[in-house]
């Protein structure tokens, strides 16, 4: 609708770009000088003064004699020739406003010609136009649309497209040059400039800067010529300058180039400015004569029509209908020869006095040359608002036939058929006049006619019916035009004819532009739509062809909505709210199949891209011509009770009638709702048909076949520039599936760009619309009463002009108004502050648009406004926000607006201050809340309209303020990055996610934020173990040369120094990722943080390292005693068998009796070099754990009942501690509550447990022998077995695992490998253990049992045993004789039986140094091997190769997979236990089964590199010694030292000094090498498990560093990969029902089935602990303490159908283990058991990507 009262005008998109039949042949040799001719300017004073200015033009041979000239009446008139050598000064009578532009014949070349193809009719044109003219027509266009650099926008017409595009503000100063004209012309009537019609140019030359110097004549010097030059009749002036391009010759010209799109919205545009539109336009070549219909298609007209015209008591009604449609009178005006009056001026106050419709000569501008406009008939209405003082009581049109009529006879007969009054500008009603003719015959017809003499001064006179004659001259024109309407009223009092637009298509002798094939072809796709509908109530045709989006739509919207209100039995209330809402799906899947969506679609993709624009706006301005009389008088309806209302409440009224008036108006908002029909319902139809089809889970190949497509063709569509739909208004919901999908599709066509998301926010009918469109050139949907519902958005490109942004597009994002009357209500203001939430979160930027004075509307506004604000604050969201005063009085009044601005700082901080409270946020000032400078950030817009609508033109003063605004916005969107379309399209799921659960704040979750963040931890997770793996290498280097002696002591800026390299490249690579990555505006926040944890690690992984070290120094040194005594046995040993060895060399010759003579008298060298050292004695851990606890008073019979059943091994897992506890008063047990679940019992029911439970308990007492699991009881069924809170049991088994984990701190931190282990180490333990139960007694309500504190000791006694038997044998191994000297039998027998054989020294010392060389090299590609593979698991097997959330998703598949219940409770109950249990199980099957080959491979090469090592060192150390003649010690030391990466014990070479020749030597370790190195080959993968490094512990190590904070729910364990990662709080999307826990409802026996994010989207309550007097709203959980505040849960309805499966698939394990029941509130919804296996773990995948 055009014209609207609100301030919204109604525009269509228009993207395509089509080509219209005009095209220019142009030709690059063109050399000319258009208007350099020297008689164009001379023009007599004379006839100056006749000037029309409008293009009324006639030939000079005309004009010389107008009254001499014989004529041809209706046919064609012939010209004369023309010559301009003939014109002279004197007699110049060239009539004004011909057009004068001209060329030099001599020096212009033909440029191209007009070729007119025209489809459909063909017309000839009854003129014979002379080629001479053809040709002087050609070159005059080509001269303007050169000057107008248009020359190439005739073949290639200029399409909406080339306008679509977000460029500078328009420059509103005069400095535009003249070949800018039509691009300035076209970007300021876009933007509703109606000053666009006339655009100063800036001349070129000096004359740019002498803009007021005036022509000087220079013909006359002497003082005596002065008279002469002044009475000359021209002066002597410079010729060469060109007059400046008429306004209209601009309009006309872009007219003439652009496409028919392009064309539509000049003319949309020229009418809200109230200008006239061309309805008949000659071709300038060939002067075919064209109605542009098309063009007309979009406009609607508002009228008020008064019937009793000046009766107060006359009621107006209003109308609103497409003009084309549109049955008026028309009035049309015709001037019949030269006169001085202008006809477009008297035009103009007929229809608005104040307003030039028409241009004319006295308009900025106007110039008597002028081209175009020749023949161009120009339509315009009057619109009456239904006031008194109207000038006519209905709307008429007027149409202006530009020219001398007698020249434009085709253009002339047409209106002279089509109009009700023909109205004739004569100079002279002589006969002998040429006009004499023409007004003969109309005088003659039945037609009314007005006949206005130029040279009369008559009166109105009426000649005989409806003829009618007046004088002008001599007559002010204001009194000739209130004489004018008054004949004309007198005229259509009467019976008269009525003209519609659409019967333009009807004449014969013109084309029609929509007779195109293309136009054509898209109206008769259109035509087939509308058939389907026409005939129908409008308000039935949605239910009949749209039902997606009816009852059906809505009722899932409010279901939906209900999911986050659930009450009661939670999941089983949602179980049942889901299968409704998947048979809602199913019937929407069922009903869209209509006729109307099948065509429509079919449309879509069959069409070509231009008919495919075609059919969409024939589509649009089909439907509209539906439904304009339902909507007209629904409108007429709603504006009188709205304005009803609106005086009821300025009086304050608040009675009955109010009440009854705003009833009123909900009904007519929700008839105008269901009348309203529209494009828009079409694609969300086909967005809902799209959503129903994409829930189902099964889905057929022949269903996807339709609407699979339909994301990608509203994508293209979108991408063309239409304005998509984003928020149902209807609904009050966004489709999310369908939105998400259009934007992938967006994605997949462009890629994925920056977009800067602008937001308008505003109350109802403040122009929000309007101003976009403004800013913009947009097309966003303006009417009258009807504003936008919901959300659009729109996406629209930077032009290349704009440099230096980080984004490509902009998405504009308009809304329909806050406190819109026709959603009143008590809903109203949730609804306000949903949508303003919503889009303020989205946009990048969000204008604030305040309409009017009125400080209570602002207030409101202002209100809601400032708390999305304030919420986006909270959750880490940072838009930017510029206010938009609109409708200010006086916006020139500086002092006003200063003071306008303080009161609006006021408001605002006022207003802050207040959400600061609802929002619970420290916050004093508005400023607190968002960067806003009141200076910068209030811009005040004047009001839009010039008078009152419907004929009021825009005001250029708005037009100035949006180009103000707009240099604002783009000013701040140049520091912004924007964010990419993925990024927009998770922002709109979790805003809207997060809005559903009305507690905002505490439901936000940034599905981007939270995927950069995990891209992050696993860049880290790669970081750390960059650094752990070097420190592990770097330690395998420094360990044998601490075993070596040849390090005794560890400084930490060695291992500093040898970090520096890896650190370093890792700190490149940190930059590098925070400053060049696409996603650094969001990493930024976590920059500093991981810094410091990378810089922590580091220097606490080394210090660990340092620790490691330092043990083994200390163990060495601890072993030095030894060491010596080792270096005196082997020196002993060696002499003793090589003495040996010679006493049986001839003797013995039998293997087997060589070995018996050997251990014959072994045991006498042990007993002999062992005499003066104690033996270690065996230590037996368990019979001292049972002595210790003995000795601290345990009674026997308890110790050995405990080790008998074992039970205390899985003390840390048992399910009910019941039996292990003595309630200190037995009536408690009743009134034990339980933290999680507020029962909501009747007291009857309460009292009827109560009893259970007491029977229970002393029933439990008395079947107690011992302490038996409370789950092997034989308990009658459903009887509540379990009074014990869950509260209560959680603690106990905190407890169990802190005194756990204090005691193994305890017992790691004694000296047992350097000093052994001591039986009063686990005195310490069970003493500590005895005073923390006493401890965690204190303040309970019950004690524990003397079994617990046993069972308790044992555990950890258990959890402690394998850490000291592993130490004690390494004390062992370093520091016993006996057990050294046992492991060197085998070497030394080898030994003496070499002797025996009669080898060398050199082959015996060769053996002995392969036989260190084999041990060491062992060990060395052991470790080497254990950091590999685990560097190739870290980095290569998916488990490991993430980050902690991949970690956990692979734990849980696999406990799925295993199905083996122990393995959940251990998961359950110890999280991190599992875990490592997991990751052992992983490197086991990685090493032995899955990737063997690749580990024995890894292995090899290891051997391989190792053995090098070793021939290399074997080979330099050779070489030396021989070079420097040296000894056996010195090839010894040389040997030892280059093998700095082994642990290789020297020999003492005492036995071997008679080594010298080192070759010898050097061959026989050769060989002995070669046997190494088979051996290694040989190895097994086993041996590496058994290493000091082992590829487990260092992946446990390495995955395990992290958080292990659990929910305090339902405990499933915070997946962050840092183990101190605050602020960032903890979360897991592996939430699970808090049953599984062993939670129960209290007084109960039923465990609870509810998931912990379903209940913090309900409308249940929890108490914070199980002793807490008040109780909290789930949804506002982390008011709850700190232990709920540091986690972030987000309500997701439960949708991980992992612990769904596993509650059904172990159900009776879980009650058995809990003795409790899944019964009553705990039922087990029977959905639930549908899940398998395979759709469990499947869930594990969807709920890492959400």
Known sequence: MEENKEGESETKSVTSVTNDKVHLESNDDTKSDPVNDPHDAQHSEKNESSTEGEAETKTASEASDDKAEEMKTGTEIKSKEHDGAERSEKNDDNTPGQSEIKSVPHETKEKGTFNMEISGKEIKQTRDISEENRKKRHKETEMLLSRLHLQDKCPHKMSPADFLKIGPPVRQSNDTLEKDLAHTFLQRLMTLDHRARYIPVLQDGSEASHSESFPTSDTVDADDGDLDALFATSVDIDQSKQAHVHPMDVQMAVFHCSNS???????????????????????????????????????????????????????????????????????????????????????????????????????????KSRHLMDGVAQIAWYCPAGTPNESFNDCIAFCNLHGDSLSTEKQREILTEKSSVIVVLVPTLEKSHGSSAVISTLYRSPKPLIILIADSDCGASQMKAQKYKLGLKDRSQADVSEELKGIIRKILSAPHKSFQLESMAEVSGIRVDEDGTDCQKGKSAAMEIVKLIQGMDVSKIKDEFLPCQGQLWHEWCRINKELYHLKGHIEKEKGQKEKQLMHIRQEQCAASNSKLMKSFTESLVGLPPTDKEYFLKWTQILIDGLSTDDLSSILQNYDETWSEVLTLKKKHDKSALLKDKQTKLEQLSKKLQSATFGLEHIFREMGQIYEAHKSQKEQTHSQQADWVKYPELAADLMISGHPMELMDGDAGQVPLMWISSLLQEVIKKLGDKRVFVLSVLGVQSSGKSTMLNAMFGLQFAVSAGRCTKGAYMQLVKLSEELKGFQFDYVLVVDTEGLRALELAGNATLHHDNELATFVVGLGNMTLINIFGENPADMQDVLQIVVQAFMRMKKVKLSPSCVFVHQNVTDIAAAEKNMDGKRRLQEKLDKMAQLAAKEEVCDVECFSDVIAFDVQEDVKYFAQLWEGSPPMAPPNPGYSESVQELKKTILSKASKSAGITLSHLNSKIQDLWKALMNEQFVFSFKN????????????????????????????????????????????????????????????????????????????????????????????????????????????????????????????????????????????????????????????????????SDTKPFEDINVEEDQSVVLRDLGTEW???????????????????????????????????????????????????????????????????????????????????????????????????????????????????????????????????????????????????????????????????????????????????????????????????????????????????????????????AVCNKTAVDLAGEMRCNYPAFSGNRLNLEKHVLTSLAEKAEFSRFITYIQNPRRQVEAFIKEEVKK??????????????????????????????????????????????????????????????????????????????????????????????????????????????????????WERCPFCAAVCINTLKDHSPEKHNVPFHRPSGVEGWHTRGTVDLVIDFCTTLVGSDRYFRPNHDSEGRIAYKQYPTAGERYASWRITADASMLAYWKWFVCHFQKELEDHYDLKFQGRGEIPSEWRNYTKKEAIESLDEMCRL
């Open 1486 to 1603: 990685y090493m032995f089964t899955d990737h063997k080959d690749k580990g024995l491979k890894i292995l090899k090469k290891n051997a391989d590199d190792i053995s090098k090592l070793a021939s290399q060192a074997l080979y330099e150390a050779t070489e030396k010694v021989k070079k420097k003649s040296g000894d056996v010690d010195m090839w010894m030391k040389e040997f030892s030292a280059l093998l700095n990466k082994l642990a290789f014990d020297t020999i003492c070479c005492k036995n071997f000094r008679d080594i010298n020749n080192f070759d010898f030597l050097k061959e026989e370790i050769e060989k002995g090498l070669v046997c190494i190195v088979k051996e290694m080959s040989r190895l097994s993968l086993e041996m590496v498990q058994e290493c000091r490094q082992k590829p487990d512990q260092i992946l446990i190590d390495q995955l395990c560093n992290c958080c």
């Open 1197 to 1419: 019979s308890l110790i050995s009942e405990s080790k008998r059943k074992g039970r205390y091994k899985k003390l840390s897992e048992v399910g009910n501690y019941f039996g292990y506890i003595t309630q200190k008063k037995c009536q408690e047990l009743d009134s034990e509550s339980q933290q999680y679940q507020e029962s909501k019992r009747e007291t009857k029911d309460t009292s009827r447990q109560g009893k259970g439970v007491m029977a229970s308990a002393f029933g439990y007492f008395k079947q107690m022998i011992g302490i038996a699991s409370p789950a092997q009881q034989n308990v009658e069924p459903n009887e509540s077995r379990n009074p014990f809170p869950h509260e209560e049991q959680k603690m106990i088994r905190s407890f169990i695992n802190d005194v756990e984990q204090q005691s193994l701190e305890t017992i790691k931190n004694k000296p047992v490998a350097t000093r052994g282990y001591r039986s009063t180490y686990l005195q310490e333990v069970a003493k500590h253990v005895q005073k923390k139960v006493t401890e965690f007694e204190s303040g309970k309500k019950f004690t524990f049992k003397k079994e617990f504190t046993v069972d308790l000791s044992l555990y950890v006694f258990d959890r402690t045993a394998s850490w000291l038997l592993q130490s004690h044998n390494t004390f062992k191994h370093n520091n016993d004789a006996l057990t050294y000297l046992d492991s060197k039998k085998k070497e030394y027998y080898n030994i003496f039986r070499s002797y025996c054989k009669g080898n060398s020294s050199a082959s015996v010392f060769g053996e002995m140094i392969c036989e260190k060389l084999k041990v060491s090299v062992h060990e």
């Open 261 to 367: 799109f392009l064309k539509q919205n000049m003319i949309t545009k020229l009418s809200q400015c109230q200008y006239a539109l061309p309805l008949l336009v000659p071709d300038p070549i060939t002067m075919d004569i064209e109605c542009p219909l098309w063009t007309f298609r979009q406009l609607t007209k508002t009228w008020k029509i008064t019937s009793n015209q000046g009766k107060e008591d006359s009621k107006p009604i209003m109308k609103s209908m497409p003009i084309c449609k549109a049955e008026t009178p028309l009035v049309s005006f015709f001037r019949l020869g030269s006169l001085s009056q202008s006809k477009s001026q008297l035009m103009n106050t007929l229809i608005n006095n104040r307003h030039s419709a028409f241009f004319h000569r006295n308009c900025p501008g106007s110039t």
């Open 1007 to 1170: 599905t981007q934020e939270i995927a950069v963040y995990r891209k992050l931890e696993v860049l880290y997770g790669n970081w750390t173990w960059d650094l752990r793996k070097e420190m592990l290498t770097i330690e395998n280097q420094l360990y044998p040369r601490i075993e070596k002696g040849q390090l005794d002591k560890v400084e930490l800026s060695y291992l500093s120094k040898e970090m520096s390299k890896t650190y370093e490249e890792i700190q490149k690579n940190m930059t590098a990722y925070f400053e060049d990555h696409s996603d650094k505006e969001i990493l930024v926040q976590w920059r500093g943080r991981f810094e410091n944890k990378i810089k922590e690690f580091h220097e606490e992984h080394f210090r660990g390292v340092k620790r490691k070290l330092d043990e083994v120094i200390q163990q060495k040194n601890a072993r030095k005693k030894m060491d010596n005594k080792k270096v005196e046995f082997e020196t002993k040993l060696l002499q003793k068998s090589k003495e040996l060895a010679h006493t049986l060399k001839d003797v013995v010759k039998d293997e087997g009796e060589l070995k018996a003579q050997f251990d014959s008298v072994w045991s006498h060298w042990v007993t002999e070099l062992t």
